[in-house]
């Protein structure tokens, strides 16, 4: 791959059009000669009328996360990446010969088009954040400089999708990059971000590395932060679920590796109600066994002695 990257050449080649077909973006509607609006597919939110593009000019913009910009941006932002590699991975795609990351293929008299297959896989992002592991942000949470590093997690002052968020690298169950999720440092909404092509259900936050901790038992989690603090307390082998939820990818990904699960969701409504559902769907494949937290606890606010004691002894 060719380092140098001609920005101009790049937003004259490739349409805003093309961009959104590829990411099936095909809930817009026509609201002017060449403007379009809908629900924004960056922070997809709930809102019908946040996101407005307009192909003859090549620019977009949300109204409720504030993204905007031209085609390079909008990659930017659904990738979580930032420009230069946004600019990269679309001059890649143009070339010929491109194999590791075939947007385009050859069209008809149309020339070149952008392939709308469905996808559900996350491929690799090829590239990494540069992430500064010691904000304080991250101490404010009880993580330990160890921890951070050893997750990889850290604010990223750039810009693009994960600018000003901590961005928590997420890995496929091979242990291959696939995302970042952008946790915003106030309450700022959506708290956690997420690049608009990723599959969540897909993957299992720390999935290669609980199996690289060889034990039978897995812990699971909801989020990051809930991994992370278990894994201090000396649970290497944690799964987060990003959710409440376990979708069948997940459930697999589970009965495959491990004999014994241990759930150890939020103790709030949502939390014990979705442990009740996911230890049924689990039993027929793994020994299941379940720690109830109290309704104002969670694993992330929990000392490393506290998620000892309540591991000592699962129902
Ligand atoms: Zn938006």
């Known amino acids: ?66 993204a905007g910009g031209n085609v390079l941006d909008f990659v930017c932002a659904m990738e979580g990446c930032s420009i230069r590699e946004a600019a990269l991975r679309l001059q890649e795609a143009q070339g010929e010969g491109s194999v590791r990351m075939p947007w385009v293929q050859s069209g008809g008299t149309e020339g070149r088009k952008l392939v709308t297959k469905k996808r559900r896989d996350n491929p690799p992002l090829g590239f990494q954040l540069n992430l500064d592991r010691r904000h ?47 946790r915003a440092l106030d309450g700022a909404e959506p708290r956690y971000r997420f690049p608009g092509g990723f599959h969540k259900s897909q993957v299992l936050f720390n999935y290669h590395r609980a199996r690289a901790a060889g034990q039978d038992r897995v812990i699971v ?5 809930d991994c992370m603090r278990v894994h201090q307390a000396d649970f290497p082998s944690v799964v987060g679920l990003m959710g409440a939820s376990l979708s069948a990818v997940q459930k697999d990904l589970l009965a495959d590796q491990f004999s014994g699960v241990v759930l150890m969701l939020d103790g709030d409504p949502t939390g014990s109600a979705a442990t ?40």
């Open 136 to 182: 304080p942000y991250l101490a404010r949470r009880g993580i330990e400089a160890a921890v951070a590093d050893y997750f990889g997690v850290g604010y990223f002052g750039g810009r693009g999708l994960m600018s000003q968020r901590i961005a928590i690298p997420i890995h496929d169950p091979g242990g291959r990059l696939v995302a970042y999720s952008g």
């Open 221 to 225: 989690v909801e989020g990051f932060f």
């Open 1 to 66: 791959m060719s380092d140098w990257v001609s920005f101009a050449e790049i937003k004259r080649r490739v349409t805003l059009e093309q961009v959104l077909r590829h990411y099936q973006i095909d809930w817009l509607r026509r609201s002017g000669l060449h403007q379009y609006r809908g629900r924004c597919p960056i922070h997809q939110g709930q809102g019908t009328e946040a996101f407005h593009a307009n192909l003859e000019r090549g620019v977009f913009h949300c109204f409720a996360c504030g």
């Open 276 to 315: 009740t559902e996911i230890a049924a769907e689990l039993r027929p494949a793994c020994r299941v066994s379940q720690v109830l937290l109290p309704p104002d606890l969670q694993p992330d606010r929990m000392s490393a002695d506290q998620i000892r004691d309540a591991l000592r002894s699962p129902e």
